[in-house]
């Protein structure tokens, strides 16, 4: 089908300041630099083979932030080859007392963070497509499976749970 995007090639994302924002994305999620423009952008990248998978342009530091409840970008998400990377990377975040959130999704578990801007993040396991317990309507159903993603994050999971049921 010569009409469908073959994958989604980069995210360009507003910071308030490019190399704080370039620091930031280096520290926690590891990506490779392929360019870095002190006041203006970064270009950076997981996957070495692609010259930049997320674009971080400097807007200054007075800009504001993104707005709960507003159109636009929700999150992005970056996906992880294993569950035990993905319990590494819990572990990153929880070292550097970076706030988070866990989504089960039956067929991926998702840890939520916020870089220093508020931009949203994702990072996720997913199972292999033929271990999925469906193949459509997949989210937002209710009756996919829980609990198939034991890790690290399984006490916040509790917690989010019982803070939930408290509502």
Known sequence: MGHTPSHLGHVNMYVRNAEEAHKWYEDILGLHTY???PGRAAFMSANLDESHEIALMEVGAEAAGPE????????MA????????LGEFFHR???RDIPMHIGDHGISLGIYFQD???NGIEVYYELPRDQWYRHENLFLHGDGPKGQFPGPWDALLEKQKAAS???
Not at 78 to 85: A, C, I, K, N, P
């Open 93 to 95: 975040l929880e070292d």
């Open 116 to 118: 220093p801007d508020g």
């Open 68 to 75: 709960a409840g507003r159109v636009g970008l929700n999150h």
């Open 35 to 37: 360019d870095l423009v």
């Open 165 to 167: 049921a408290a509502r």
């Open 78 to 85: 970056w996906r992880m080859e294993s569950l035990e990377d």
